[in-house]
């Protein structure tokens, strides 16, 4: 379909990144907040989130800290700091294909035993959060996590092929003047607003279009130079276009 500036924008359905809806960024689980004092060993309940939920929930996670003891043989009453790294790796990102010995329910001939890998505590929160159909439970899990950029666009915050859509320039680079050579420099409208001031300004006078095409933009590249030629002579050449107010 025919391109508008609507599809240009985080904040219309038509530009936004599907992943984060437009906001750059995305809500993960941080391995800070779920075990927050190092100096606590497991026996005291060094992994936050399994100290929390329902008392069937908290006795499932006991279930899932006991494998991982056994299988890694480590010991409980050691601070939390002072375990070796692979088991902290398949605590927080799982086991991968490596099946863990689990037993749920009552003791001895009571409980249920399988063997399955573990999905790691940093997916198994992931995973809750975005299959919870409690407000409460989401809230709960909402503590453990932190922004990242989001995985699709990178804080980009458009749609990939939005940022496919890109627009070239003559940049002159170089030394001394009679050693420049004009580069084609091709940017999105992400790359574009991460320049400065001064760049954006040097960018849009170098702009490469065609005599039609410079007919049909010339008013919109009037309108960009001016608003920057105006926070160039007021001294903010160095601040960038993306700067969040």
């Not at 003791?107 to 573990?118: E, L």
């Not at 760049?199 to 608003?227: K, M, N, T, Y």
Request: proline residues 6%.
């Amino acid at each position: 379909g025919q391109l508008t500036p609507k599809h240009f924008s985080f904040n219309s359905h038509l530009g936004a990144c599907p992943a984060c809806h437009g906001l750059g960024t995305e809500l993960v689980p941080d391995p800070e907040l779920m075990v927050t004092d190092q100096s606590k060993s497991l026996a005291e309940g060094a992994v936050v989130p399994w100290r929390r939920g329902t008392r069937r929930m908290q006795a499932y996670y006991r279930g899932l800290q006991n494998a991982l003891v056994r299988h890694f043989a480590v010991a409980e009453n050691l601070p939390f700091s002072e375990l070796p790294e692979n088991f902290k790796q398949a605590l927080y990102y799982g086991t991968g294909d490596q099946p863990i010995e689990m037993s749920f329910g009552g003791n001895g001939k009571s409980a249920s035993k399988t063997a399955r890998p573990f999905e790691g505590l940093l997916p198994q929160m992931q995973r809750l959060y975005e299959e919870t159909e409690s407000e409460l439970t989401r809230s709960r899990i909402r503590a453990f996590m932190n922004r990242a950029p989001c995985s699709l666009c990178h804080g980009a915050r458009l749609k990939p092929e939005i940022l496919g859509v890109t627009i070239r320039s003559q940049i002159v680079r170089g030394g001394h003047a009679s050693e420049s050579k004009p580069a084609n420099e091709e940017l999105n409208i992400h790359q574009f607003c991460e320049l400065t001031i001064a760049q954006a300004a040097e960018f849009v006078r170098q702009i490469d279009l065609a005599p039609g095409q410079r007919a049909i933009v010339s008013e919109v590249l009037h309108e960009i130079s001016s608003r920057l030629e105006f926070l160039l002579e007021v001294g903010l050449d160095y601040l960038t276009l993306d700067r969040e107010s």
